[in-house]
């Protein structure tokens, strides 16, 4: 399982977040982990939810931008947050990203909320192999 890092010396009105996989698909699932630990606390929300997602880009950068903001607009759009991602993407043009969400609707008697995110910036993004793995980084707009 992948790792991330949040960031605190990017902007205070955004939060940058780092993030290393073994593979593509891994940096991609933890970057949803990532996003979805900015706006809930994990011990404090279900996985009830299923739902799958198909996006393809021009590049892993793309690729990472177009999946979280996905993420965002299943928040913005139907109050669901997916912690968990079961994710399949190819390390080679076209970047397609293949994936199972596993998460849940918001409650608001239940749910410890943290940090609603707006959007992903461009500013920073980056995906890209480094070593055996992957090394990514993108900026949240709180």
């Known amino acids: 399982m992948g790792r991330f890092r ?14 290393w996989g073994d593979s593509l698909a ?18 404090t929300f279900g996985e009830r939810e299923t739902r799958a997602v198909s996006l393809e880009a021009e590049s892993t950068e793309l690729l990472l931008h177009d999946w979280l903001s996905e993420l965002i607009f299943l928040k913005d759009r139907d109050r669901a947050i997916f912690p968990r991602a079961e994710v399949r993407a190819g390390e080679a043009p076209p ?10 609707v918001v409650d608001p008697a239940s749910t410890r909320r943290g940090i609603d995110v ?9 995906a890209e192999r480094e070593g055996a793995g992957w090394h990514g980084h993108f900026v949240a707009d709180l």
């Open 6 to 19: 949040f960031r605190e010396d990017v902007s205070i009105a955004d939060c940058a977040v780092e993030v």
């Open 26 to 43: 891994d940096l991609l699932a933890t970057a949803a982990r990532a996003l979805a630990e900015l706006m809930v606390e994990p011990g």
């Open 95 to 104: 970047f397609r990203l293949d994936a199972t969400l596993h998460g849940d």
């Open 118 to 126: 707006k959007a992903i910036t461009l500013h920073e993004l980056r």
